[in-house]
């Protein structure tokens, strides 16, 4: 049966980039990943990863006042940010392009536009667990999605022979 989400603890931004690293690389275009979370509590450093595993080389940062930008990887990613926008707001932006594109869309602060959003997505929340810890719970929302938490779970399998 397959997982129905994945919890994990990530200790460092290097841990949170090699988790979105991971995910990169196992995107297809049109998929949608929905970041949700508090200020600083890693999304964008998620976000980071995901572009490594895209094979984008540019600088990633917050898109809080540009409310999206676009970079170019072996599939495109569209990094939008909701932080700033009201509800009818998001509705009005115009999205659908790039949630239904050729692309990667991952989008920060999701939950203030839940309804708007595809109902097929891979969501993933991020809480403080102290200063240097982040608690992650990766929920996959359709079939395509459980098959990608899936290969998360084997990817961070420690590989034969190594530490756990």
């Known amino acids: 049966m397959p997982q129905a989400s994945l919890k994990l603890v990530s200790r460092s931004a290097q841990e949170t980039q090699r988790l979105g690293e991971i995910i990169g690389e196992l995107c297809r275009a049109g998929d949608v990943i929905l970041l949700s979370g508090v200020l600083g509590t890693g999304k964008t450093c998620l976000t980071q990863g995901i572009a490594r595993g895209l094979g984008i080389a540019e600088s990633i940062t917050s898109p809080t006042f540009v409310l999206m930008r676009e970079f170019a990887g072996r599939l495109p990613l569209y990094h939008v940010d909701l932080y700033r926008l009201e509800f009818k707001e998001i509705g009005d932006l115009g999205l659908d392009e790039y949630l239904y594109g050729h692309g990667v869309c991952v989008i920060e602060w999701a939950e203030k536009g839940m309804a708007l959003l595809p109902a097929e997505h891979l969501l993933i929340k991020l ?6 810890g982040r608690n992650i719970e990766v929920v996959p929302s359709s079939p395509r999605y459980r098959r990608m938490l899936s290969d ?3 990817s961070l399998r420690p590989a034969r022979g190594e530490k756990a």
Do not use: A, F, K, P
């Open 127 to 132: 809480d403080y667990l102290g200063e240097n």
């Open 152 to 154: 998360i779970v084997s």
